[in-house]
């Protein structure tokens, strides 16, 4: 097992993958370690077959990041900056196009670069004491891992740009109005509250989600004729699984599925 330093990674025996981001004295900053950490961790459990679904949040209640590292942009040259811009956005793709969902487990802040991330995962799950913007133009800078892409394609350009423009922080309720987070959590047991909605995501046929995901994600940057082909060939592909034989079989049957990824 690779040693990490600002990253905890476990698994459990119910196919649940926890990457904790775990750089409590700078609020879970990204720097390059902390991304390439999440990559190797993301790569691990995207190949572990056992693996069904994968959670990323922070730990303890204060962050689940406070976006790329400050510190580390200090005499920044637009060369390190474009550099920065690849690596943030080569882990969002990476969660993007991983074949299991990814899930955002919001516990505390997640600003700037820590909000993009989240924004790159499947769904996003808040605690109520969860706290998201886009607070790069507080410093002088704007987004730069999807935030004016993904942030508009979640909520919508007059959100968004209220987001952007003034790098105002919301609470978790008012993020789950706009749509940015698909439920708020107590943050009292919030992560057990998040183990036992994602073990129901453990549960689902793997290839049916794995083409699900890939057809919603695909599917919105392409023209409905095209996206809709793209669906009737997955449909075809997810056909061809030994788990729709076994979900029709458990459904005619009266009894629960057990899906096997096959
Ligand atoms: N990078 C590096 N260090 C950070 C950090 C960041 N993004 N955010 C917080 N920290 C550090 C602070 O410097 C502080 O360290 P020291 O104790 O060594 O001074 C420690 O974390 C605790 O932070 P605060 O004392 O500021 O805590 P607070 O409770 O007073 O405030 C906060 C919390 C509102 C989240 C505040 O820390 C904050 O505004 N952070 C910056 C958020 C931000 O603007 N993020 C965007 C970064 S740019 C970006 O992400 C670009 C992109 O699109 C990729």
Redesign the pocket.
Known sequence: MVEFKYIIYEKDERGIAIITLNRP???N???KVVINEVLTALKDAEKDEKVRVIVLTGTGE??F?????????QGMTPLRARE??IL?NTLCRTIEDCGKPVIAAING?A????L?VAMACDLRIASEKA?M????I??G?????G?TQRLTRLIGKTRAKELVFT?R?IDARTAEQWGLVNMVFPAEGFMEHVRKFVAELAEKAPVALQIAKSLINKGADVDLEVALTLEREGFAVVASTEDLQEGVSAFLEKRKPQFKGK
């Open positions: 004295e700078a609020l900053a990204f720097d204060k962050a990041s406070a976006g790329a590292d400050i510190k580390a942009m920065l811009s943030g802040y600003l700037g670069g820590g993009e706290r913007g886009q607070t790069e507080n410093i800078l704007i987004p730069g891992w935030g790098g922080i």
